[in-house]
């Protein structure tokens, strides 16, 4: 998960939802500040597979590398839901959810913006599976909200990280519809 | 939304609702002034699509859109183009593809060029899509690059006179491929002159395909020869009157020399020009080459099977281009 302000996003969140008595678990890149550990006991777990570095020389958008072991680490953690915060996160938690039948919940934490929606391979594709694919999409701001009904037409509440509640109900939504 | 207006803008829309909700976005940002312009979309979406793309779109509040569906997959590109301009309610009729980004003063330069060559069709400049520069690393991409006036007129970026659209009777359904082009040859037929607005640019999206996606994709141009046989004085534009670009003419020789070489090893050398051709197709330098070279089967497989295409339309259409 690249950049710091979604780093910071995603420890917060974390951080709430173990505040709250839920077992939080972070699977992540080992390139990344939360790798290992997060800081505030939340175990991380993840790694990485393919050289990124050829992947971004052929356009693609990434970070893509760490995707096959994500996807093994939701297959063996018996989830309840999977929460992802990249496009491409969104993907491996997709493929997860079309065989557990549990839900995925995305949040779309930058504001989208015209020149970022199709500048690289896959981008586009992945954003949209993210926004139209996950059981539900949320956004921490006003200003992700308002980019992301003008970008993709696609109408999300604003949830902040540290609300443990807003997310808790989010999830218990989520598993309603599918059943759980 | 009432009365007449300046322009009317036309999109037909299939498959890609993302894209047209960038393009219409992109048209709420035009420079014309409102009350001079309109857009009219006809589309096969699905109704809650329809109503969170274009329903809800602020041109639409604005009351400058206007949208026609039609049951999915019974519309083309010539029967959604004619649907739309016959509703335009604009003396000119400028198309676009929702797979395009105008740039802001797009439409006031296509107006104000089309006052200043009363009855002229007026041809902007299309180029890949700057925010997109990126997807060009892949090795199938599709774009438009398009500096008028062009011999095919494209309707990405056209505009036509109401009255003369009226009297070609608009598109030809018939077309499987180049209804545009085949527009453009009739006005031309008819008199009628194609003047370019270089400055009126709309950015074309460049988008990445898997090798089968791009031979699925590029199937429909077999249907080509259709349009060469309606309008025999498109061979000018051909290399040597027959091939439909120089790649197509190396491609083909390639591919003679692979079947050739089954009976005499030595013909295998009719490769070596398209392998060359296709191995600086990057530009210069050791890594263009490298990436080139690498990319070189599944270009070859891709121009190979246009060029067969072409071939079975050739046959369908009894006339000749590869």
């Given at each position: 998960?690249p950049?710091?302000?979604?780093?910071?996003?995603?420890?917060?969140?974390?951080?709430?939802?173990?505040?709250?008595?839920?077992?939080?678990?972070?699977?992540?890149?080992?390139?990344?500040?939360?790798?290992?550990?997060?800081?505030?006991?939340?175990?991380?777990?993840?790694?990485?597979?393919?050289?990124?570095?050829?992947?971004?020389?052929?356009?693609?958008?990434?970070?893509?590398?760490?995707?096959?072991?994500?996807?093994?680490?939701?297959?063996?953690?018996?989830?309840?839901?999977?929460?992802?915060?990249?496009?491409?996160?969104?993907?491996?938690?997709?493929?997860?959810?079309?065989?557990?039948?549990?839900?995925?919940?995305?949040?779309?934490?930058?504001?989208?913006?015209?020149?970022?929606?199709?500048?690289?391979?896959?981008?586009?594709?992945?954003?949209?599976?993210?926004?139209?694919?996950?059981?539900?999409?949320?956004v921490?701001?006003?200003?992700?909200?308002?980019?992301?009904?003008?970008?993709?037409?696609?109408?999300?509440?604003?949830?902040?990280?540290?609300?443990?509640?807003?997310?808790?109900?989010?999830?218990?939504?989520?598993?309603?519809?599918?059943?759980? | 939304?009432?009365?007449?207006?300046?322009?009317?803008?036309?999109?037909?829309?299939?498959?890609?609702?993302?894209?047209?909700l960038?393009?219409?976005?992109?048209?709420?940002?035009?420079?014309?002034?409102?009350?001079?312009?309109?857009?009219?979309?006809?589309?096969?979406?699905?109704?809650?699509?329809?109503?969170?793309?274009?329903?809800?779109?602020p041109?639409?509040?604005?009351?400058?859109?206007?949208?026609?569906?039609?049951?999915?997959?019974?519309g083309?590109?010539?029967?959604?183009?004619?649907?739309?301009?016959?509703?335009?309610?604009?003396e000119?009729?400028?198309?676009?593809?929702?797979?395009?980004?105008?740039?802001?003063?797009?439409?006031?330069?296509?107006?104000?060029?089309?006052?200043?060559?009363?009855?002229?069709?007026?041809?902007?400049?299309?180029?890949?899509?700057?925010?997109?520069?990126?997807?060009?690393?892949?090795?199938?991409?599709?774009?438009?690059?398009?500096?008028?006036?062009?011999?095919?007129?494209?309707?990405?970026?056209?505009?036509y006179?109401?009255?003369?659209?009226?009297?070609?009777?608009?598109?030809?359904?018939?077309?499987?491929?180049?209804?545009?082009?085949?527009?453009?040859?009739r006005?031309?037929?008819?008199?009628?002159?194609?003047?370019?607005?270089?400055?009126?640019?709309?950015?074309?999206?460049?988008?990445?395909?898997?090798?089968?996606g791009?031979?699925?994709?590029?199937?429909?141009?077999?249907?080509?020869a259709?349009?060469?046989?309606?309008?025999?004085?498109?061979?000018?534009?051909?290399?040597?009157?027959?091939?439909?670009?120089?790649?197509?003419?190396?491609?083909?020789?390639?591919?003679?020399?692979?079947?050739?070489?089954?009976?005499?090893?030595?013909?295998?050398?009719?490769?070596?020009?398209?392998?060359?051709?296709?191995?600086r197709?990057?530009?210069?330098?050791?890594?263009?080459?490298?990436?080139?070279?690498?990319?070189?089967?599944?270009?070859?497989?891709?121009?190979?099977?246009?060029?067969?295409?072409?071939?079975?339309?050739?046959?369908?259409?009894?006339?000749?281009?590869?």
């Amino acid at each position: 998960m690249p950049g710091t302000c979604v780093e910071q996003h995603i420890h917060d969140l974390a951080a709430a939802l173990r505040g709250a008595g839920h077992s939080a678990r972070l699977i992540t890149s080992p390139s990344t500040r939360m790798g290992g550990r997060s800081g505030v006991g939340v175990p991380s777990i993840g790694g990485k597979l393919l050289p990124e570095a050829l992947l971004q020389r052929r356009g693609f958008a990434g970070p893509l590398a760490h995707l096959p072991l994500t996807l093994r680490d939701l297959a063996k953690g018996n989830f309840d839901v999977a929460h992802s915060f990249s496009p491409a996160d969104a993907l491996a938690a997709w493929a997860w959810a079309s065989v557990t039948h549990r839900p995925v919940a995305f949040t779309c934490i930058e504001p989208l913006r015209r020149d970022c929606l199709a500048h690289l391979r896959l981008r586009r594709l992945l954003l949209s599976r993210a926004v139209e694919g996950s059981d539900g999409v949320i956004v921490p701001t006003e200003t992700a909200r308002a980019a992301l009904w003008r970008w993709m037409a696609v109408e999300a509440p604003v949830i902040e990280a540290w609300d443990a509640a807003a997310h808790e109900r989010l999830y218990r939504e989520l598993l309603a519809t599918r059943g759980h | 939304m009432e009365g007449p207006v300046a322009v009317s803008v036309v999109v037909a829309s299939h498959a890609r609702h993302l894209r047209l909700l960038w393009l219409l976005n992109a048209l709420e940002e035009q420079t014309l002034a409102p009350g001079l312009w309109e857009v009219v979309v006809v589309h096969d979406y699905d109704p809650a699509t329809a109503e969170r793309v274009l329903e809800r779109h602020p041109l639409r509040e604005a009351q400058r859109l206007r949208h026609i569906a039609m049951a999915p997959g019974t519309g083309s590109p010539a029967s959604q183009r004619n649907l739309g301009w016959r509703a335009a309610r604009g003396e000119l009729v400028a198309f676009t593809d929702d797979d395009c980004r105008p740039e802001p003063d797009w439409l006031e330069r296509m107006v104000t060029t089309a006052a200043g060559t009363a009855g002229d069709v007026v041809q902007g400049a299309t180029r890949p899509d700057p925010f997109e520069h990126g997807v060009l690393a892949a090795p199938h991409v599709r774009t438009m690059f398009i500096e008028p006036v062009g011999s095919f007129a494209q309707t990405c970026n056209i505009l036509y006179p109401r009255d003369l659209l009226d009297r070609l009777g608009g598109f030809d359904e018939q077309a499987i491929t180049g209804e545009d082009v085949d527009l453009s040859l009739r006005a031309r037929a008819a008199g009628a002159g194609i003047s370019g607005a270089p400055e009126a640019i709309v950015n074309h999206a460049v988008e990445s395909h898997t090798l089968p996606g791009i031979l699925r994709q590029n199937l429909k141009w077999r249907h080509l020869a259709y349009l060469v046989k309606r309008h025999p004085e498109l061979r000018r534009e051909l290399t040597l009157g027959v091939f439909w670009d120089a790649d197509h003419l190396w491609a083909s020789v390639a591919l003679a020399g692979l079947i050739a070489a089954s009976r005499n090893r030595g013909l295998i050398v009719l490769t070596a020009p398209y392998a060359l051709r296709a191995s600086r197709r990057r530009g210069p330098g050791r890594r263009a080459r490298a990436v080139a070279v690498a990319e070189l089967p599944g270009q070859a497989v891709r121009q190979f099977a246009e060029v067969l295409g072409l071939a079975a339309g050739s046959v369908r259409h009894r006339t000749l281009v590869l």
